[in-house]
T-cell receptor, first 114, second 115 residues
């Protein structure tokens, strides 16, 4: 999607290994979010950021950490991957507070933990 | 916990027919949004309706919001095969603090439009 890219698009990793997913935006939006999408659960918020170095936990944050050292990049790290973290991960950006606009989503990262 | 519940879970119609999807939620909201997701793709924002609005239109889309019933509906008129996708409602909850735009999504409605 325009202005937001996720990498990698697909990844297979082994249980117990650390994994980092990257979200990069060129829209200079303040707010960034990581969601996971699983069948039967819809999208669930993992972590979000409301500014550089300002992050907080979402609904399903256990086993995940995030970092945002600059406006354009929001990294999601699975500290020690487990099979339950096999999912599709989406990053989103918004200008929340600036006229209440919707999210722009990335194309997603399909992660498989074996 | 899921804020939004959508109904029906799946909807199958013919091209030219109207499609209506419903969303219910549990808490007070700042706004409610609808998104579309084509298979294997990211979600695309369709429309946002604020808590003080009752109806909103965008092209073939019509969204209503009833805050007294904590429910919303999305109507797609004159459906096309290209409308085949999953549709999600999402709520920006007004929980007394600052939401930072965090959205809670429903599980979605799978719409299939047959040519």
């Amino acid at each position: 999607d325009a202005g937001i890219t996720q990498s990698p698009r697909h990844k297979v990793t082994e249980t117990g290994t650390p994994v980092t997913l990257r979200c990069h935006q060129t829209e200079n939006h303040r707010y960034m979010y990581w969601y996971r999408q699983d069948p039967g659960h819809g999208l669930r918020l993992i972590h979000y950021s409301y500014g550089v170095k300002d992050t907080d936990k979402g609904e399903v944050s256990d086993g995940y950490s995030v970092s945002r050292s600059k406006t354009e990049d929001f990294l999601l790290t699975l500290e020690s991957a487990t099979s339950s973290q096999t999912s599709v991960y989406f990053c989103a950006i918004s200008e929340w507070g600036q006229g209440a606009s919707g999210y722009t989503f990335g194309s997603g990262t399909r992660l498989t933990v074996v | 916990s899921q804020q939004g519940e959508e109904d029906p879970q799946a909807l199958s119609i013919q091209e030219g027919e109207n499609a209506t999807m419903n969303c219910s939620y549990k808490t007070s909201i700042n706004n409610l949004q609808w998104y579309r997701q084509n298979s294997g793709r990211g979600l695309v924002h369709l429309i946002l309706i604020r808590s003080n609005e009752r109806e909103k239109h965008s092209g073939r889309l019509r969204v209503t919001l009833d805050t007294s019933k904590k429910s919303s509906s999305l109507l797609i008129t004159a459906s096309r095969a290209a409308d085949t996708a999953s549709y999600f409602c999402a709520t920006d909850a007004n929980a007394g603090g600052t939401s930072y735009g965090k959205l809670t999504f429903g599980q979605g409605t799978i719409l299939t439009v047959h040519p």
